[in-house]
């Protein structure tokens, strides 16, 4: 049973979607589970294996829940009686488990592989970022020029980016060759829970773009979400220096923060 219990945490994983691994670490006197249980619980809030079933598995459950929402593992310890220090429970004994949140590694999914792309690429496998690079052109999307992406996507960009499921762990920067393969590819992200989305453009275009969106209906809310032009404003022209700036605002988006200077105005008397 453990083992199909890990299966199952293995495939979450691999659908880039965060799961809870509860496990009996420790189980005395009378108790519905014994030591080593296991029971998988998912982003949807449903559970996969057993620690025992019960009020036990009720509140482990509750449990796993909450440290879905703030990622982080906890170890609880259990009393199954029904008197003040316990769960309601006649058992009699003693649980403790331990739950372990297995978080998908944030994703960076680059739509073009050009020279900004690139640079993008490095910067991201970097800082530690899945990268998925999607092109409609084998010649910028291969082993040469990505030789660490986890994917390399070649076909219809808009229509890859309109099948593609996205996270709140996805970060998508849209650098393809040109107006319409951007605005095509943006089309096919808007509405879905990424935490970030970017478009590279000039004011013209991006002023074209929001034009065009707002003319087929699209939500005002859904183009706000969307950084264009995108990047802080740094002031380099090279490929490199506007995938910094893309970095740093992707960064800073991931973190929640204002970009500023660190820069001491004071410097304190020792």
Known sequence: MEINVLKRVTEEMAGNRSVALVTVTEATGSTPGKTGAMMAVLADGSSYGTVGGGKLEGEVTKAARECLETGADQLLSYHLKDDADGIGMQCGGD????????????????????????????????VGFRVTVVEDRKEFANRERFPEAEQLLVGDMGEMMMAMSLTNGSYVVIVSRGHQTDEQSLRGVLGKPAA?????????????????LRETGVPEEQIRQVYMPIGLNLGGQKPEEIAVSIMAQILSVKYGTTPNHLKMLEIPSS
């Not at 590694?105 to 640079?119: D, K």
């Open 95 to 126: 649980a403790q488990v331990f739950i372990k949140i297995f978080k998908p590694q944030n994703q960076l999914i680059l739509v073009g592989g050009g020279h900004i792309a690139q640079a993008l690429y490095q910067l991201g496998i970097m």
């Open 196 to 212: 970030y989305v970017g478009m590279i453009g000039s004011r013209t275009k991006v002023a074209h773009t929001i034009k065009s």
